[in-house]
Nanobody
């Protein structure tokens, strides 16, 4: 079992940066692919980023590539999402997820989910 808790969300203006964290419980954290997803009001959940168990490989959606960076610290059981040049369309609830498949962009490939953290970007 892995429990995930996201933090770092908030209300920011367009153009600024924000960093999200996802703290995981469980000694097997380092073996998991970690993903970030988001869901805006009235829209389906969408893939944002994923990072391989050792951080050597990452995946990004086209909408965030070049602006967002996923990283992880296995010693701290934490995965991060650095979000730069935020846009109003980035407004959503952001979720982290853990799974055992790589590459993994589909939500169905993830086994554990956090409850999410709200990110709101004003224009």
């Amino acid at each position: 079992q892995v429990q995930l808790v996201e933090s770092g969300g908030g209300l920011v203006q367009a153009g600024v940066s924000l960093s999200l964290s996802c703290a995981a419980s469980g000694r097997t954290f380092r073996s998991y692919t970690m993903g970030w997803f988001r869901q805006a009001p009235g829209k389906e959940r969408e893939f944002v980023a994923a990072i391989w168990w050792n951080g050597a490989n990452t995946l990004y959606s086209d909408s965030v590539k070049g602006r967002f960076t996923a990283s992880r610290d296995n010693a701290k059981n934490t995965v991060y999402l650095q979000m730069n040049s935020l846009k109003p369309e980035d407004t959503a609830v952001y979720y982290c997820a853990a799974g055992t498949i790589w590459p993994a962009k589909a939500g169905a490939n993830y086994d554990y989910w956090g409850r999410g953290t709200q990110v709101t970007v004003s224009s």
